[in-house]
């Protein structure tokens, strides 16, 4: 209904013949429109003119300081400081007009069990990790919103996985349900063998908010090469991890 309350505003502002031929033309609605906000444009730039001219009126000086034609240590200085109050008054305007759909930066810490379910029990270990996320980069699309992510983690044994991928966001009520996938480098250090240094890793996390730009969530991954390597043994893991956005 507002859709079309605006497009009749705009249509009511169009010539017969505009209206006629389904366009805009030289000196219809459009120029109109691009009058109105050049107007609001100069008004605001006058106003900030008659500002500063108000400020440069202000006679602050003492007799002395008039009498030497100098201002002297220690003058009022009234007019410098309606100068920069003016300065900062269109400082603050101009970032509260810059408009973000978010800011700052999503940082996990997270830890775990790398390998969980291993068989022989001699590849089972700890692992520790970081992982960055830009909120900015958020995309909402018919599938979900997605975001790229990057990130790495170092098991007890000094393997190593370096990763970037994209990450998807559903949620239900307070919960969140976070899928990824994220290919990577392994180094696998004095653990487990993987078969690549190319490997897979998807995931499926769950977090929930616990406090103001912080979410606390548990996740479950597995991490193999897709039969590309010599051998694809794979491993299993889970973390629980700690995010917070700066």
Not at 141 to 167: A, D, H, N
């Amino acid at each position: 209904m507002l859709s079309n309350v605006s497009a009749f505003s705009v249509e009511s502002d169009r010539s017969l013949l505009e209206k006629l031929l389904n366009r805009d033309l030289p000196g219809g609605a459009e120029y109109k429109k691009n009058k109105k906000q050049n107007s609001s444009k100069a008004a605001e730039s006058q106003s900030v003119v008659k500002s500063d001219i108000e400020c440069e009126k202000i006679d602050d000086k003492s007799l002395l300081e008039k009498v030497l034609r100098t201002d002297l240590p220690g003058g009022n200085k009234r007019k410098a400081k309606c100068l920069k109050s003016n300065r900062q008054a269109k400082l603050k305007k101009t970032n509260l007009n810059t408009s973000y759909s978010s800011s700052g930066n999503d940082i996990s810490f997270y830890t775990g069990t790398f390998d969980l379910i291993d068989k022989e029990g001699d590849d089972k270990t700890t692992l520790f990790g970081i992982e960055h996320k830009n909120p900015d980069l958020f995309r909402d699309t018919f599938l979900g919103k997605f975001k790229p992510v990057t990130g790495g983690f170092m098991t007890g044994k000094s393997s190593v996985y370096l990763y970037t991928g994209v990450e998807a966001q559903y949620g239900i009520g307070p919960l969140k349900i976070l899928p990824s996938f994220t290919p990577g480098y392994y180094q696998k250090g004095d653990g487990k063998d993987l078969g690549s240094v190319l490997e897979f890793k998807s995931e499926v996390k769950f977090g929930l908010d616990i406090f103001e730009n912080s979410n606390l969530s548990y996740s479950y991954s597995h991490i193999s090469n897709n039969d590309w390597g010599e051998k694809n043994p794979g491993t299993d893991n889970q973390q629980i991890t700690f995010s917070k956005n700066f």
